[in-house]
């Protein structure tokens, strides 16, 4: 269900705050075995419960979340609530305040069943974390949920929550967004507070929500800006909407994935939109200085971690690449940055959102280290963020939504971009095509 | 060039002075440097062989027998050129590893890359490069640098260097780096 269906039910008297909480963590108890979650947190759940329920007995409703579960990936710092990062390093950290969104969507009246699992650090994309087990996806357990926002997607992939939220650095949140069927923000560089979120690379960390919906994703949006009762757009046409599908989105796709973003191409022009194809920087090029900035950033904040046997195998080596990256590197990666970043602010004044695949293919299985896409063997990891990563490194707003099934029976993802802070824009676009696949 | 190396890497030089003094010759050689080695870290052996057939006849495996008069301690002896090669190459493993110091696990690290017979002894025990890097990385607590990491970043500079080329132009774009800066601060 939706957080617009589930606050239906709760103003309709036809279930309380405190019995949809229950009911939650009764399902959570049985049902998951995705390893969704690190902590559970469902005393404090419900006593929060309790005070919302009192609160709509009195008159006060504090809009779309109220009294709705969520959960928080768990690099969100938690009040006195043990915050791991997935990670050995963090195992005992309990923070003494919550992060700014936290607190927001606290304030919003959603309330927190726990925190979720993890790829270690929130640097990886699989989640096959080997400290608090690997997550699985909900649609197909012997897949990957994605990462490194797996926790979070698995739990709205296996209708627990109809939202989490999850962090992006380069593709955290669409890629398990795709792999698991479901809809991801990553809004513009600095929209959402980054406070009391541990970091994993300063210049390209993204806070945003996994939802049931890009409805969901929309309203969690509103809610950590400080906007609490909110319609958000939606429409029934297109009509004038300049669509730029870039050679980079569309080419180089599994055969079961480029079918259904042809099927979404075609039916954005049903809906009157104008498609068309058009140039950008390559991808490639913007990928590889996202992954000279992101290394020596995340090399800086473990910079005094000297205990290999405090981290999994992947993390470490990816720890040791970034203090491989010189000075002189990480400099010139952010000058291109800026070159990129004048390429894009021209290409807005041409289109008004881009659109293509989110991941070229959809979930892996979960002992695969490779694909093979169009004859080409590829490692799972750079396949998995080749059409994301970029995304980072100009900051702009992109969403991945489900759209259609690929040849296994596994959702693929459909990717749209707009202009810094066009999030409305890309709320619109994705809320048309969801309703035209209804 | 021996400001960067620690006082046990310093003292394996002395003591390889003395093995050379001991032994008669009028040079420091690096068959002397393992000599030097071995009587200062033994540690570092015990967890690369597992006989003690190395740290007790060591010299005479390595065919050196002494000639002539024991040399006075107060005489200054040279290093050979291949010597001098071995710290040298201790200081770039150290440098390629990140760690500030020479150690004494990098001038093994050296004695490894330089032919001869200190080498020729190691390797007959099974004392290989790649092998005693990580022994070594792990020993002086640096970033453990794997073939694979290094191929991995170099691949990647491949990428990234492309993009340089194709872009950055120093005369055009001369403070392109600092707008993003204070973009990125805010």
Redesign the interface.
């Known amino acids: 269900m939706t957080v617009r269906e589930l606050g239906a039910q709760i103003r309709a008297r036809k279930i309380s705050c405190v019995e949809l909480i229950e009911e939650t963590l009764k399902d959570i108890r049985e049902r998951d075995k995705f390893r969704s979650l690190i902590t559970v947190t469902g005393e404090q759940a419900l006593a929060t419960a309790r005070e919302r329920d009192e609160e709509l007995t009195g008159g006060k409703d504090r809009g779309p979340f109220h009294g709705i579960p969520i959960a928080f990936k768990d690099l969100f710092y938690t009040r006195g609530v043990k915050t791991t990062a997935g990670s050995l390093v963090y195992r005992d950290f309990v923070p003494d305040y919550d992060a700014t969104v936290v607190e927001r969507l606290r304030e919003a009246g959603a309330i927190s069943i726990g925190k979720t699992n993890l790829h270690e650090i929130a640097f990886g994309i699989t989640s096959k974390n080997p400290h608090y087990g690997f997550v699985l996806n909900p649609l197909d357990p012997k897949r990957i949920a994605g990462g490194s926002s797996g926790g979070s997607a698995a739990l709205v992939a296996g209708k627990f929550l109809p939202m989490a939220l999850g962090t992006d650095t380069g593709g955290s949140i669409r890629v398990p967004a795709s792999y698991c069927g479901i809809a991801g923000l990553k809004p513009t560089y600095?929209r959402v507070s980054r406070h009391g979120v541990l970091p994993l690379a300063?210049?390209l960390d993204h806070v945003g929500p996994l939802g049931s919906c890009v409805e969901d994703c929309a309203l969690a949006l509103n809610a950590m800006v400080g906007i609490y009762d909110y319609n958000v757009p939606g429409t029934r046409t297109l009509k004038g909407l300049r669509v730029g599908v870039p050679p980079f989105l569309s080419q180089g796709l599994a055969d079961d994935v480029n079918v259904e973003v042809e099927k979404a191409l075609e039916q954005l022009r049903k809906l009157g939109a104008d498609v068309r194809a058009v140039s950008t920087p390559?991808f490639?090029?913007m990928?590889?200085?996202a992954?000279?900035v992101q290394?020596a950033e995340t090399a800086a904040i473990y910079a005094d971690q000297?205990d290999?046997t405090q981290f999994g195998e992947d993390v470490w080596?990816l720890?040791?690449?970034g203090?491989?990256?010189m000075g002189h590197?990480y400099?010139?990666?952010?000058?291109?940055?800026?070159?990129f970043?004048r390429s894009f602010d021209e290409l807005w004044t041409k289109v008004d959102v881009l659109v293509g695949a989110t991941t070229p293919i959809t979930a892996p299985l979960l002992e695969q280290n490779t694909v093979t896409i169009q004859g080409k063997e590829e490692n799972v990891r750079m396949a998995s963020t080749r059409l994301v990563r970029a995304i980072n490194l100009l900051g702009e707003p992109a969403l991945s939504i489900a759209y259609g099934k690929g040849s296994g029976g596994m959702p693929v993802g459909l990717q749209l971009i707009a202009a810094p802070f066009g999030e409305e824009m890309l709320v619109r676009v994705g809320k048309a095509l969801e309703r035209a696949l209804n | 060039m021996f400001e960067r190396f620690t006082e046990k890497a310093r003292r394996v030089i002395f003591f390889a002075r003395y093995e050379a003094a001991v032994l008669g010759a009028s040079y420091i050689d690096h068959s002397h440097l393992l000599l030097g080695l071995l009587r200062e870290d033994k540690g570092l052996f015990s967890k690369l062989v597992h006989d003690n057939d190395l740290l007790k006849n060591a010299a005479e495996l390595m065919g050196l027998k002494p000639s002539g008069d024991k040399v006075s301690t107060s005489v200054d002896l040279p290093l050979t050129t291949e010597a001098k090669r071995v710290l040298v190459f201790a200081a770039e493993e150290a440098e390629s590893m990140?760690d500030p110091h020479v150690g004494t696990g990098h001038v093994l690290l050296g004695l490894l890359r330089e032919p001869g017979a200190a080498r020729d002894l190691l390797a007959a025990r099974g004392l290989e490069l790649t092998g005693v890097r990580k022994v070594v990385a792990?020993k002086e607590?640096a970033?453990?640098?794997?073939p694979?990491?290094?191929q991995?970043?170099d691949s990647?500079?491949t990428?990234?260097r492309?993009?340089?080329a194709?872009?950055?132009n120093p005369e055009l774009?001369p403070a392109?780096?600092y707008?993003?800066?204070a973009e990125?601060a805010?």
């Open positions: 600095g300063f210049s390559d490639a090029e990928n590889a200085t992954r000279v290394l000297h290999e080596a720890l040791e690449q203090r491989m990256i590197e400099v010139n990666g952010q000058r291109l940055r800026t070159l970043r | 990140g792990e607590r970033p453990l640098v794997t694979t990491n290094r991995i970043v990647l500079r990428d990234f492309a993009a340089m194709k872009r950055l774009e392109v780096g707008s993003l800066l990125t805010k």
